[in-house]
């Protein structure tokens, strides 16, 4: 049998488990306030890091999208230089008009040209670069007229630097279909460029200031139950679009 324990050596025995006991608990207590430490620090470095991250693409997301045209030339009268007034456009068409219009030289190639041209430009060039358009025909001046196509409700912004000389309703057969709205150009005041088509912006009045491409004019309305619109021939829907027509300033009547 083993021999009995003194008072001493137990005493001795309870102290050193007190101590190990404590031990113990200063190194649990260590060890949690260590992984409190770390959680804390991965928190701060990727939580607000993601979360910014987040915040950036909520605000990216937030981003209007570009809807003005490009800087684009689509027709040009002597020192007249008419800019693309559509950022989404479906076609672009040229056709004769009356009313006094005068005609345009257009920018860019035929896409509809006849079979002996297409060979020529082929092989020799030419034919022009930039936007593909279409000879629509019509009757009057030729090329006095450019149909942009677009879909119904699509900004339509200023083509020339200017002043809004005019805005009148717009009627076919005898039904209102949005307005006309008259600019003169500011490096071509002899001539007033008129757009039709398109459903005036409020802040479009008579004496505003209009700058190309930032300008905005209005949107384009829906005249497919009004008239056969040539322009669908060459685009996928109604053929929808805004007209733009140049008179000189003299002839211009204002209603």
């Known amino acids: 049998m083993p021999a009995p324990r003194t008072s001493g050596t137990r005493l001795r025995a309870r102290r050193e488990q007190q101590r190990a006991a404590r031990r113990a608990r200063r190194f649990a207590g260590l060890a949690l ?56 456009w479906t076609a672009i068409g040229f056709h004769a008009a009356g009313d006094g219009a005068v005609s345009l030289n257009p920018v860019g190639h035929q896409g509809n040209e006849g079979a002996v041209l297409r060979i020529v430009h082929k092989v020799f060039g030419g034919g022009g670069s930039g936007p593909k358009w279409y000879q629509l025909g019509g009757s009057g001046p030729e090329n006095s007229a450019v149909d942009i196509g677009a879909a119904t409700g699509t900004d339509v912004y200023a083509p020339v630097d200017g002043t809004v000389v005019g805005v009148t309703p717009f009627v076919v057969n005898g039904k209102k279909y949005g307005v006309r709205i008259d600019l003169q150009p500011q490096t071509s005041p002899s001539y007033v460029v008129s757009l ?18 930032v300008s905005k004019l209005g949107n384009v309305v829906d005249l497919s139950s009004a008239e056969r619109q040539a322009l669908a021939r060459y685009t996928q829907d109604a053929g929808n679009h805004v007209a733009l027509e140049v008179r000189p300033a003299a002839t211009l009547s204002l209603n």
């Open 33 to 88: 306030i260590g992984v409190i430490l770390i959680v804390s620090l991965l928190l701060t470095a990727f939580g607000s890091g993601s979360s910014s991250a987040v915040q950036t693409v909520a605000v990216i997301g937030k981003l209007p999208m570009q809807t003005r045209p490009a800087p684009q030339i689509i027709a040009v009268r002597d020192t007249l230089r008419l800019q693309l007034p559509i950022a989404k």
């Open 196 to 213: 039709t088509h398109l459903r005036a912006d409020p802040s479009v009045t008579v004496g505003s200031a209009v700058v190309a491409g």
